[in-house]
């Protein structure tokens, strides 16, 4: 009796044992790291072609939902490789429960200091802006509608209102007036095949700012403010410590196209309307 009797306490304390060693690897770390970059043969952002081929490093620390996260662009200005068009990104925020909010402030190397312009809207070369974005992913919540919600608008640096002849508007104190310009993006995730991620994006501004040149969106119903219709195809393969991807992409900006131009969509840099790419990353972290 008294011998059943241990080797049943041994076997509850090796069960136990057990359970708590499982339990705590799968436990997740409330510290959490992810340094990897991207390799990209164009830079594709939001309907716009941004830059030739390039290279994206970005290094991610996280606390319990809270992050900071330093991203860079280091590539050509176009396919020809004329110039270098390098960026810094630094985003801090909030990410858990499907719901992120985050500011990131964008630096571009013209050769200003690192704060110039940031709070001056009159300075039209200003190096520096800063976005606020708040976003939602209802994929968080239920695997069955994998849908994302993002609205971005810029809160600093160069970002000012024209009237229809071009020219600033004012405020009260003299001051360019702020135009707050946004973009609006809805995203859907289509898993195929081999683990092939299809994603469907539409991003739109809905008054007018950056991304439709500080004009009006809505022209006479010729011109609408539908900045992005995109298509992306992903792979992702998992290692230990590492995650590769590779992926294609396609970006068409209806902004400006009537059915007057609508064969002269394919310009040069920022002015091309359809624009293709595609990439290759690897990510490594705990």
Known sequence: MKRSIIILALTLIGVSAFSF????????????????????????????????????????????????????NIGADNWKFQELNPELDITIGYDNYGVKLDLTHFY???????????????????????????????????????????????VLGYDPVF?????????????????????????????????????LKVGFTPWKGMLTEYKEVWNSGQTVGLNNLQLRAER????????????????????GVTKNN??????????QKLNAGLGVGIYFGN
């Open 262 to 271: 609508i064969i002269n969509i394919f310009g040069e840099g920022a002015t």
């Open 163 to 199: 009237d229809e002849n071009d020219n600033l508007v004012l405020n009260e104190n003299g001051n360019a007036k702020r135009a707050f310009s946004t973009y609006i993006e809805l995203g859907y995730d289509i898993t195929l095949p081999l683990d092939i991620i299809l994603g």
């Open 21 to 72: 060693k499982v339990s705590a690897e799968e436990k997740e770390p409330n510290f959490t790291f992810e340094i990897g970059a991207d390799v990209v043969s164009s830079y594709l952002w939001r309907g716009q072609n941004l830059g030739g081929l390039s290279i994206q490093p970005s290094v991610t620390l996280d606390w319990k939902g809270i992050y900071i996260c330093g991203w860079a």
């Open 108 to 154: 571009y190397f013209y050769g200003d200091k690192y704060f110039k312009g940031l709070e001056d809207p009159n300075n039209k070369f200003s190096s520096s802006t800063m976005e606020l974005h708040a976003g939602l992913d209802v994929g968080e919540w239920t695997e069955i509608v994998p849908l994302t919600l993002d609205w971005y608008t810029t």
């Open 236 to 255: 992702e393969f998992e290692l230990k410590h590492a995650c590769f991807n590779i992926w294609g992409e396609v970006m068409f900006n209806c902004y």
